[in-house]
């Protein structure tokens, strides 16, 4: 009885959080919004590629949004028109740089067998101003990409409604 009381208060509050976060107060908005890009990385099914997506707020400003991604301070790939000219013709073929969303870019680096762990920095151009966020990654500890693996990546509530979903409507109770 208590584990079916503390599932269905962590839905309620899951769908309160969800359903009212349109409505949240400035101060909240501040504290708990992400300062810049969110990253996530893994490995492309086929090819196995390093795949970095990078998410950011999107905004109306102009010119933009152009994502820059970086490695280890080495301009590897863009998407501003005129930043190609910049990136090594090696890191040109083995670089692939796009905005697959409004808000999303990404970079599909196909890295060498014995390649190090490298650092990642995408950096996001929105009018006058850009964001960036950085994240250490090793190609040979990545997951692979599928499309419930980068759904619990960025909705880390949907893993906990798929769990807990039985557990609620009782079919694992003895």
């Known amino acids: 009885m208590e584990l079916h009381l503390l599932v269905t208060v962590c839905l309620l509050f899951g769908k309160i959080m969800i359903t009212h976060q349109t409505h949240m107060s400035s101060v909240y908005t501040y504290l708990f919004t992400p300062r810049g890009p969110q990253m996530f990385t893994c490995l492309t099914y086929l090819e196995r590629n390093v795949r970095v997506d990078c998410e950011f707020l999107a905004t109306d400003m102009v010119p ?10 080495r301009l590897v790939g863009s998407t501003y028109p005129n930043a190609v000219i910049y990136v090594s013709t090696e890191d040109r073929r083995r670089s692939n740089v796009s905005l697959v969303a409004p ?10 067998a014995d390649e190090k762990p490298y650092t990642y920095t995408c950096r996001v151009y929105q ?39 039985p557990v609620a409507v009782g079919l694992l109770n003895p």
């Open 127 to 165: 009018g006058n101003s850009w964001k960036e966020n950085s994240m250490a990654v090793h190609h040979r500890h990545l997951l692979i990409c599928s499309a419930i693996s980068v759904l619990f990546k960025s909705a880390p509530w949907v893993l906990s409604l798929i769990m807990s979903l």
């Open 64 to 73: 933009g949004p152009y994502c820059e991604y970086r490695q280890d301070s």
């Open 103 to 112: 808000n999303l870019c990404r970079l599909t680096w196909a890295p060498m």
